[in-house]
């Protein structure tokens, strides 16, 4: 049976506001649901104004040229006339290769909001200026942080925190300090990666913990680090600090928490944490060589600059 990191939290020096409001996390409700960014759209209602026109009725994204057509005048993307072996969604014409110049000329005309401004973005662009801003707009939606698997869900932070919680089953706690403790039965195992990820929530913001094993060359290693739920502007007001030890030894990293917008992957791969090598890892543990057990402490804290949060300023001591 494949060996497994068990998880442990205990609450510590939890901060004064968190413990007198309510826990956050019963609040969340799972009735604004995430959507799945592998979802098509599908077929579309006739459009009411102009730039509906350019929206493909199969992915519903904004169609850019070539505007493929086929002999009836339905039009879809280039992407979209792939997908559907070169038949028309709507009346199931073979599409062959017209180019629907005429919208192509509409489309240069328009300027139209960000595909975001539900999600609260302002911004009018041109409309082929729109699509290069649509791919950095602060107010896109969030990708499912969850590692091991292939989430393919992505939304606010509300709705993923509700997502982790309902769907990956993560692990939710209050409080700007924590203090776990990590065993695995088979320490040498590291072929298969195991995550493990918790979410806090403190100073009204959410942040996740992840644990994991990997290889990193030839050498196994335990490697945790904390991201930002939001974006990266918003984690620099934020710093973490995490400690682990044993038999009168200890490590510390101390950093700022890096924005969800950055990938699991990337965050790891980048060595932006607490990485711990196997050797290393088993002496913390008592020196046996058969289980791991690390307990790993950690803290976070907002940085001073920002003092409307109420800084929960680290014990230098």
């Not at 180019?99 to 409309?127: D, M, Q, T, W």
């Not at 969800?260 to 944490?273: L, M, N, Q, Y």
């Amino acid at each position: 049976m494949e060996s497994s990191i068990e998880c442990i939290s205990i609450h510590d020096g939890m901060h004064e506001d968190e413990i007198l409001n309510a826990n956050p996390f019963s609040q969340l409700s799972s009735s604004k649901p995430c959507h799945n960014s592998n979802l098509n759209g599908g077929m579309s209602t006739p459009p009411t104004r102009v730039h509906e026109l350019l929206e493909c009725p199969v992915c519903t994204n904004s169609m850019y040229p070539p505007i493929h057509q086929c002999p009836n005048g339905h039009t879809l993307c280039s992407t979209c006339k792939v997908r559907v072996h070169n038949r028309c969604p709507t009346c199931r014409l073979e599409l062959g290769d017209i180019r629907c110049l005429a919208l192509e000329k509409v489309a240069e005309s328009l300027e139209l909001p960000c595909k975001h401004n539900s999600l609260g973005c302002p911004e009018i662009f041109p409309y082929y200026g729109k699509l290069k801003h649509e791919a950095i707009c602060n107010f896109r939606p969030y990708n499912c942080p969850y590692a091991g698997s292939d989430c393919s869900v992505a939304g606010d932070i509300q709705c993923l925190v509700t997502h982790l919680r309902d769907d990956h089953k993560v692990d939710m706690h209050s409080g700007c300090t924590f203090n776990h403790r990590y065993v695995k039965s088979n320490p040498r195992d590291v072929e298969n990666a195991t995550w493990m990820l918790t979410v806090f929530h403190c100073f009204g913001q959410y942040f996740c913990l992840h644990f994991e094993a990997f290889q990193l060359g030839a050498a196994p290693v335990y490697m945790a680090f904390l991201r930002f739920m939001g974006d990266e502007m918003e984690a620099r007001n934020f710093s973490y600090s995490l400690e682990v030890g044993g038999n009168g030894r200890k490590l510390i990293w101390e950093g700022t928490p890096r924005s969800i917008r950055d990938g699991h992957r990337k965050v790891r791969d980048s060595h932006d944490g607490l990485i711990i090598q196997r050797n290393m890892a088993l002496f913390f543990s008592g020196g046996d060589k058969d289980e791991l057990k690390l307990r790993v402490t950690g803290r976070i804290w907002k940085e001073p600059q920002n003092p409307d949060g109420g800084a929960c300023i680290p014990n230098l001591l």
